[in-house]
């Protein structure tokens, strides 16, 4: 029999009421003759209270201890979800990740998914049972318990669908597709109908909260058919694929926003001959993502290196340059806080000059300081002051006339 697998994200089942809701809808798509999975996040602002609560204990809390406790998050979704299931008379089992067979990287708090092993699961599906999986969680080879980074039941989701063969995966959330940006922020977005895994790819790493990167990446790996839809409307969402046709003369299909990105400039002695990207071999080893890097090298000027961050990494960057700074022989190290990173996104940038021109313009014509660039050939991004943020979201939005395109409406 041909298997679905559903993610109903947090706000989805944030109460007991609404785990009923999601209960009755499972009930109408089994009736459809499918053998369903469900994965679920932890029910509303769970895993941010759990974080709060140990960060009420210290500010630093063992990462290992943190994996465990905000996986239990999860696990009081998956089996509330069965519990509902079986109130409605449908056979349901709940399990955790480690039980589905989730297997991940030894990393804490942003494990890569290795492999699913999902026999348990197989078995329930054969037994005619939904089976409910406790998403953002896995296991490593030592038994930890691992968890996916935020957002990361989304992720669980798609790689399941890969494991088992799943027909698509809908990710079911509050929102009702896609957007050319976040609704929440940017009034005028509009919901997109279709959008190429690419697009969604980039769009999720560099803000857009509605997907896990990492699902997406896995659902273009594997072509599997992935949407993201309302849970309370039905509605068909918004579809990724492969390719997408492009709509007339929008060569810009959304826009993105980060906040809390933190520069770092390490500046050398003038004399310095060594190589500036010693320091990202180093970060890299400890897990530090490392976002936009500009290098400065003009004769007689010091030279330096500046790069972007996350703010949940200024601590452990901050201690990993200090512990190798006679290795990497810098000088000094300058931090910018309070910077933002906004994005526009479109597969048609590559081929239309003046895109990044039209955009710095714009930005300078709203007062918006431009402190790093960084383009692909789907994306330029700059980093500018915080409080622009926004602004610049809606600048650009309008710049690139994203509400207003005929081709695809909402
Ligand atoms: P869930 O708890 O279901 O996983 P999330 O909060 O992770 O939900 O994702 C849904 C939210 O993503 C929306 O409420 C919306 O504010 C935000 N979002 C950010 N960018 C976009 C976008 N481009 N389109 C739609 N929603 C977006
Ligand atoms: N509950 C986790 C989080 O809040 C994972 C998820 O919702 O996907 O980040
Ligand atoms: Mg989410």
């Known amino acids: 029999m041909s298997c679905l697998v559903v993610k109903f994200g947090g706000t989805s089942v944030a109460t007991i009421e609404r785990v009923m809701h999601v209960a009755r809808r499972i009930q109408k798509e089994k009736e459809k003759g499918y053998d369903i999975i469900v994965v679920v996040s932890a029910m509303g602002k769970a895993t941010d209270m759990l974080v709060d609560m140990a960060h009420e204990i210290m500010p630093n809390p063992s990462k290992r ?3 465990t406790l905000l996986t239990t998050g999860e696990q009081v979704t998956s089996s509330l979800l069965s519990i509902a299931l079986q109130s409605l008379g449908l056979r349901a089992q709940s399990f955790t990740g480690w039980q589905a067979g989730v297997l991940t990287e030894a990393v804490p708090a942003d494990a890569r998914i290795l492999d699913i092993q999902p026999e348990n699961v197989r078995d329930a599906l054969g037994r005619g049972r939904i089976a409910v999986v406790a998403g953002f969680q896995g296991v490593d080879d030592k038994n930890n318990i691992t968890t996916l980074g935020r957002g990361g039941s989304d992720t669980t989701a798609v ?9 698509r995966c809908d990710i079911f959330t509050d929102v009702d597709g896609v957007y050319t940006s976040d609704p929440r922020y940017v009034p005028k977005a509009r919901k997109l109908q279709e959008l190429s895994y690419d697009e969604m790819l980039e769009l999720a790493n560099l803000g857009a909260g509605v997907l896990h990167p990492r699902a997406v990446e896995y659902a273009k790996n594997y072509n599997i058919p992935l949407a993201v839809r309302s849970s309370y409307v039905a509605d068909e969402g918004t579809i990724m694929r492969e390719e997408v046709e492009v709509e007339k003369g929008l060569v810009v299909r959304g826009i993105a926003f980060k906040s809390d990105i933190i520069r770092l400039t390490v500046s050398y002695d003038a004399n310095y001959n060594g190589s500036l990207a010693n320091i990202f071999t180093i970060l890299a ?7 936009l890097i500009v290098q400065t090298i003009i004769e007689g000027v010091e030279p330096s290196v500046s790069f972007s961050i996350i703010k949940e990494n200024l601590a452990d960057t901050i201690r990993v340059l200090e512990e190798n700074k006679s290795k990497l022989g810098y000088s000094h190290v300058h931090i910018e806080e309070n910077l933002a990173k906004v994005s526009i996104v479109g597969s048609g940038i590559v081929s239309n000059p003046g895109v990044a021109a039209k955009m710095f313009d714009r930005l300078h014509r709203e007062n918006i300081l431009v402190k790093m660039v960084s383009t692909s050939e789907i994306k330029i991004s700059v980093v500018i002051p915080q409080e622009a943020m926004l602004h610049a979201a809606n600048a650009l939005h309008d ?5 207003a395109s005929l081709a695809i409406q909402a």
């Open 65 to 67: 201890e943190m994996d």
């Open 285 to 291: 080893d400890s897990h530090i993502n490392v976002d």
């Open 399 to 403: 710049e690139f006339e994203l509400a």
């Open 159 to 167: 790689a399941l669908a890969v494991a088992l063969g799943a027909k």
